[in-house]
């Protein structure tokens, strides 16, 4: 038996509208989801987050460099970074520091390197009134403004220390709260052979490597070239901080 199914005009009409607009509605959203998914994250999207590392196949790694005391371990560092032709890094810098060390700002900046916040005073802001942290970034920004010519949008709190409030606040002025997903350790001075594995074991696609280029940390700069080469020997590609979360699924923490 054949039944045969009659649609009005009027109908019919309805019902292609209605197609449209989902189908419309369908390649906004698959169009849109590297930026949703970058920003998300999480099932709170207001909820403050910090970024960790970034979801890729691609084999590109940041390998960030922290700055808050000393002056003979960052131009070892530049040195071994100049010397393997790795031009692209980021470097978060201490504003006390910039100060007392201008000559090797400019040096970082001459070398075409990411410079990111580090922060004013060297402490752990989670435990500072609202108007304080807002006092410490800001300092911060105003100084590292003023000697590179550039703000920074990046910054990576002393310790590595958030809260929500301080990932709101941070948010609020313009800043990327960055923090990492292989930890070097060099500031426990494990060992260069220490390091070299606590990077290697650990690096992956859309990593961010946390080092150190303070005093503290005196053996950074002899585990740095081993590690260079082997992770060029993997086929990474070393790019800053920006370049790796542009236009990708940023993998970022809630925090509370």
């Known amino acids: 038996m054949k039944f045969i199914y009659v649609v009005s005009a009027k109908r019919l ?3 292609l509208i209605i197609l449209t607009a989902v189908l419309m509605a369908a390649g906004i959203g698959y169009a849109e989801r590297d930026t949703i998914s970058a920003f998300s994250g999480s099932t709170s999207p207001q909820a403050p987050q910090a970024i960790y590392k970034v979801d890729t196949k691609e084999k590109k790694i940041a390998l ?7 002056e003979t371990r ?4 530049l040195d071994v970074l100049k010397e393997k032709k790795v031009n692209k890094a980021t470097m978060f810098l201490s504003s006390p520091w ?16 990411e410079i990111g916040s580090h922060g004013h005073k060297h402490d752990n802001y989670s435990k500072y009134s609202e108007e304080e942290i807002r ?3 800001g300092k911060a920004d105003t100084i590292l403004t003023e000697m590179t010519g550039k703000k920074p949008t990046l910054i990576r709190m002393p310790n590595g220390d958030i809260d929500k409030r301080v990932l709101q ?4 002025m313009g800043y990327s709260v960055i923090q990492w997903d292989t930890d070097s350790k060099d500031w426990m001075n494990p060992g260069t052979e220490t390091i070299i594995k606590n ?7 859309g990593d961010i490597v946390l080092m150190h280029a303070s005093d503290s940390c005196k053996e950074t700069h002899l585990a740095l070239p081993v590690i ?14 920006s370049e790796l979360i542009a236009g990708t699924t940023v993998q970022s923490k809630e925090i509370n």
């Open 13 to 15: 009409k309805q019902i």
């Open 98 to 113: 910039s100060q007392r060390h201008p000559e090797i700002v400019k040096r970082i900046k001459e070398d075409g390197f």
């Open 199 to 205: 990077v290697l074991s650990k690096a992956h696609p």
């Open 74 to 77: 960052a131009i070892p560092i």
């Open 135 to 137: 006092s410490q970034i």
């Open 228 to 241: 260079i080469d082997k992770l060029r020997e993997q086929g990474y590609e070393f790019v800053t901080v």
């Open 169 to 172: 606040i941070a948010n609020h």
């Open 64 to 70: 960030t460099f922290d700055i808050s005391w000393g």
